[in-house]
């Protein structure tokens, strides 16, 4: 019973494509979040949504830009992708409150060439 | 700065052995702390919450205000443990956002 679905598992772009990475969720959650994750570095916030047309900066947004047109659904968007961002992306959602914490999907592999 | 310490990277200990993987925040007020877990080729997933003072899969994690820390501890490791953990904290964030540690990667040798 997958809750939070991340559109692609693998992506291979070239430097200069514009990508979209694309997160659903059926949880009715208030909240979704995309993190990337690398070695050593942990996980580092990008963005964030708490409703359908909000959005935050998070520690790293540089390069990134999102979208939440419906609730159920947030897009991260590399508007001219570049090998420093070659990445594995996790996108999170979570309840008004977040006592129950972050349901994770299973992440995109973007490798930019 | 960093707001949520994992000191270790890796920490590796043998099946049967005590584990503790150390988890420190630098928040002063009173942050709710989570470890979340990801065995391999996994989805990162919730382990153990603060604010619930459970038990799970044997690991638990106490809340020390005086030293700002949230070790997580098992008293008898098993293979099946072996994963990256992450400690993670709110920081009293009212948007619901976690700060995550830069984790620590555990092995159990059989």
């Known amino acids: 019973d997958v809750k939070v679905t991340q559109s692609s598992r693998y992506l291979v772009k070239r430097t200069g494509e514009k990508v979209f990475l694309e997160c659903v969720q059926d949880?009715?959650?208030?909240?979704m979040f995309w993190y990337r994750q690398d070695p050593g570095l942990g996980l580092r916030l990008i963005y964030f949504?708490?409703?359908?047309?909000?959005?935050e900066k998070g520690d790293i947004p540089e390069g990134y830009s999102v979208s939440r047109e419906k609730k159920e659904r947030f897009s991260l968007i590399l508007e001219s992708a570049s090998t420093n961002q070659t990445s594995m992306y996790l996108c999170?959602?979570?309840?008004?409150?977040?006592?129950?914490?972050?349901?994770f999907g299973s992440g995109t592999r973007l490798t930019v060439v | 700065a960093q707001r949520v310490t994992q000191p270790e990277k890796l920490l590796s200990v043998f099946k049967g052995a005590p584990v503790e993987l150390k988890c420190n925040y630098s928040?002063?007020?009173?942050?709710?702390l989570f470890w979340y877990v990801q065995y391999s080729r996994q989805r990162l997933q919730l382990l153990l919450r603060?604010?619930s003072r459970e038990s799970i899969k044997g690991f638990t994690a106490d809340l020390n205000k005086g030293e700002t820390s949230f070790h997580l501890k098992k008293p008898f490791a098993q293979e099946e443990d072996s994963a990256m953990y992450y400690c993670?904290?709110?920081?009293?964030?009212?948007?619901?956002?976690?700060?995550f540690g830069r984790g620590t990667q555990l092995t159990v040798w059989p």
């Open positions: 993670a904290s709110d920081r009293g964030s009212t948007l619901g956002r976690l700060y």
């Open positions: 949504s708490y409703d359908v047309k909000m959005k």
């Open positions: 928040y002063s007020g009173s942050p709710e």
């Open positions: 603060h604010i």
């Open positions: 949880m009715d959650h208030e909240n």
């Open positions: 999170a959602s979570s309840l008004g409150t977040h006592w129950d914490g972050y349901t």
